[in-house]
């Protein structure tokens, strides 16, 4: 049927399961204290310079651990 869903293009990714991470990432997002945080790196763009962020691998989002001060 004609029943293709609209295209991908959206600049954020949709939270997709799994436990692929990110060299930014500091842990699995699944993990108690983990939080979503933009990426310093490409500001949340997800891109440096035209190129995919390869801190957050074109995510826009890297999961850093809460607590502390
Ligand atoms: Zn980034």
Same mark, same amino acid.
Do not use: W
């Given at each position: 049927?004609?029943?293709?869903? @609209?295209?991908?293009? %959206? !600049?954020?990714?949709? %939270?997709? @399961?799994?436990? *692929?991470?990110? !060299?930014?990432?500091?842990?699995? !997002?699944?993990? !108690?204290?983990?939080?979503?945080?933009?990426?310093? *790196?490409?500001? $949340?763009?997800? *891109?440096?310079? $035209?190129? +995919?962020?390869?801190?957050?691998?074109?995510? $826009?989002?890297?999961? @850093? +651990?809460? $607590?502390?001060?």
């Amino acid at each position: 049927m004609g029943d293709k869903a @609209e295209s991908t293009n %959206h !600049p954020f990714t949709v %939270h997709q @399961e799994g436990t *692929k991470l990110n !060299p930014g990432d500091e842990g699995d !997002p699944s993990t !108690p204290g983990m939080a979503e945080n933009v990426c310093r *790196k490409c500001n $949340g763009t997800g *891109k440096i310079g $035209g190129v +995919e962020c390869p801190i957050c691998g074109g995510t $826009g989002v890297v999961y @850093e +651990e809460m $607590g502390g001060a």
